[in-house]
């Protein structure tokens, strides 16, 4: 009873400390929380990588450049996987940019575009997929059936059915691949209905149903190429840290949480820079008595 009670009220201090963030205007408080408690975990398994290596004979370098190298290729693979975007140019009905009416005109403007996100689920395919190839080992301690403790055992990469023919991680890879591409909600159609309403266009494109078949082809696109590196990322990742926990007796780097840390802190930094914006926008309002 009392632990249970010290782990709701942990939680409820948790949640508040979350929201407090949130309401600050600096990311997701949870997100940015999770990242923190990544990053101990790295320094952590940094020091005892290091303890183990100064310890032994052998010339330790060689693996830390190595380790380092693959860090560095991971986080900037996350990075193209978190940001990469398709733009997709806009025109109004009857309005031209400031600097398209004019020539000679000192003001610049970007063109308005829609930007269609390769990624656009962030880690929520891993973290589904992972929670998905954990449930036949649920299933086998609750029922003790063979059926399941076979299928766990291909869902094992330790063990022979999961590591030699890979099963576990081509499984894995086509899971993410699937969740990244499959669409709940009807965005083109969402995202046709509200250019109309704005009265704007894709140029080339005639509204409604081209519009909606058109963006259809696009996302399908974008999502399939998204889908092919998170998948390709995600399974290496969870490979690397199959073998590190191999070689370092027991714990690894943790290369699939690169991509919650990339994301965090690439939200971190937009959540600042509209932070810096608020003051200059704030007196072009009130420049317009807006």
């Known amino acids: ?6 782990l709701v ?6 949640t508040w400390i979350c929201d407090k963030i949130s309401d600050a205007g600096f990311g997701q408080g949870s997100s940015l929380i999770i990242c923190v408690g990544i990053l101990t975990g790295y320094t952590d398994t940094l020091y005892k990588m290091l303890s183990q290596l100064t310890g032994s004979a052998v010339s330790w370098w060689p693996y830390i450049l190595a380790v380092l190298g693959v860090f560095t290729v991971v986080t900037m693979w996350a990075v193209v996987v978190t940001e990469g975007c398709r733009k997709i140019k806009l025109q109004y009905y009857g309005f031209k940019l400031a600097s398209a009416a004019r020539e000679d005109s000192p003001i610049t403007e970007v063109e308005p575009y829609i930007p269609f996100n390769i990624n656009p689920s962030g880690m929520q395919p891993v973290l589904t997929t992972t929670y998905l190839l954990a449930f036949p080992s649920i299933l086998a301690s609750l029922l003790g059936s063979p059926f399941w403790e076979h299928v766990k055992a291909i869902l094992n990469p330790e063990t022979s059915l999961g590591a030699a023919p890979w099963v576990y991680y081509s499984i894995y890879a086509f899971f993410v691949f699937l969740f990244n591409i499959f669409d709940i909600a009807n965005m083109p159609k969402e995202i046709a209905d509200y250019l109309n309403k704005m009265g704007a266009r894709i140029p080339n494109i005639k509204p409604g149903k081209a519009t909606i078949e058109y963006l259809t082809k696009i996302q399908a696109s974008t999502r399939f190429w998204g889908g092919l590196l998170l998948s390709i990322l995600a399974t290496t990742s ?3 840290d199959h073998y590190l926990r191999r070689i370092n007796e027991g714990f690894a780097i943790g290369f699939t949480s690169v ?3 990339v994301g965090s802190i690439i939200e971190l930094r937009r959540s600042y820079q509209a932070y810096n914006v608020m003051p200059s926008l704030s007196k072009a309002l009130r420049r317009y008595g807006v």
């Open 1 to 6: 009873m009392v632990t249970t009670s010290l």
């Open 238 to 240: 969870t490979i690397l």
């Open 259 to 261: 991509l919650i840390i």
């Open 9 to 14: 009220c942990g939680a409820m201090t948790m």
